[in-house]
């Protein structure tokens, strides 16, 4: 098994809700990625943890918080976002500090 | 900071026809990988490259890391209806650094 699964694929989410966004993989990495990616846009670097450590944080609004429970899961708890947070969320695994990059098929998230 | 200029920005080609995109970088690269995304989709790996000079195939794909280091190729042989999607290079300078992405080269293929 080789996927880096994502849930939900779809999610709308009024200003006000909090919500998370969930990312598995089981290829063995041990580095997880959140990117953000709008439309016709390249994904933009978002969060990276190396063997269960936040290592890059992209000066991303607080409204979003990364969690890694462990190294096959990765979690981005979202909190009072904006409109103009709607985007495609993606998470990619690689092996640090040189590996490919993997991404699931991301998570299209609305905010009304 | 680092920035990856890719070209074309989009193509229109008939089927059948030869594809070429490429990306440079005002800076070396030890890596550089080739992804394709389609609609709704996260980006599918098509090829990595990590030697200056080397050549690599991926069925009609072909891929080349350039001698200069700071740049890359990527040729579709013979295209198909489902090429059709945005073709992103991506690349890091050192072990360790975060990806850096092209803007990416949108491909339509018509039959």
């Known amino acids: 098994d080789t996927e880096v699964t994502q849930t939900p694929k779809h999610l709308v989410m009024g200003m006000t809700n909090k919500k998370s966004l969930k990312c598995e993989q089981h290829m063995g990495h041990r580095a997880m990625y959140w990117y953000k990616q709008k439309a016709k846009k390249p994904p933009e670097l978002m969060f990276v943890y190396s063997y269960e450590k936040l290592s890059i944080n992209e000066s991303v609004p607080s409204r979003f918080s990364p969690e890694c429970p462990n190294s096959s899961l990765l979690n981005l708890h979202l909190h009072a976002l904006q409109p103009e947070d709607s985007a495609l969320y993606l998470c990619a695994s690689s092996r640090p500090p040189v590996g490919e990059l993997f991404f699931g098929e991301g998570s299209r998230l609305t905010v009304l | ?111």
């Open chain 2, 1 to 111: 900071g680092q920035q990856l200029n890719q070209s074309p920005q989009s193509m229109f080609i008939q089927e059948g026809e030869d594809v070429s995109m490429n990306c440079t970088s005002s800076s070396i690269f030890n890596t550089w990988l080739w992804y394709k995304q389609d609609p709704g989709e996260g980006p599918v790996l098509l090829i990595a490259l990590y030697k200056a000079g080397e050549l690599t195939s991926n069925g009609r794909l072909t891929a080349q890391f350039g001698i200069t280091r700071k740049d890359s190729f990527l040729n579709i042989s013979a295209s198909i209806p489902s090429d059709v999607g945005i073709y992103f290079c991506a690349g890091r300078y050192q072990a360790g650094t975060a990806l850096i992405f092209g803007k990416g080269t949108t491909l339509s293929v018509s039959s």
